[in-house]
């Protein structure tokens, strides 16, 4: 659940903000179990890139963004 919503956010600012800003999305140190691993997971562009081509959970990531209720 943890990588789901720092993707979101990183999705959120890479939509918003422009092509010029550097976004670093990572969990605070010692406020999830497997931080580490999640920190790695949205530190990587290919990972972030991969999970974006699949069209299930950029369906979900995109549910996440919306403003309506589901």
Do not use: W, Y
Request: glycine letters at 2%; charged letters at 25%.
């Amino acid at each position: 659940m943890a990588t789901l919503i720092g993707l979101s956010i990183k999705v959120k600012l890479l939509r918003s903000l422009p092509d010029r800003f550097k976004i670093d999305v990572h969990i605070t140190p010692g406020t999830h179990a497997s931080e580490d691993a999640v920190n790695k997971q949205l530190a990587d562009k290919e990972r972030v890139a991969a999970a974006l081509e699949n069209s299930q959970l950029l369906e979900v990531v995109n549910q996440c963004l919306s403003t309506r209720p589901v």
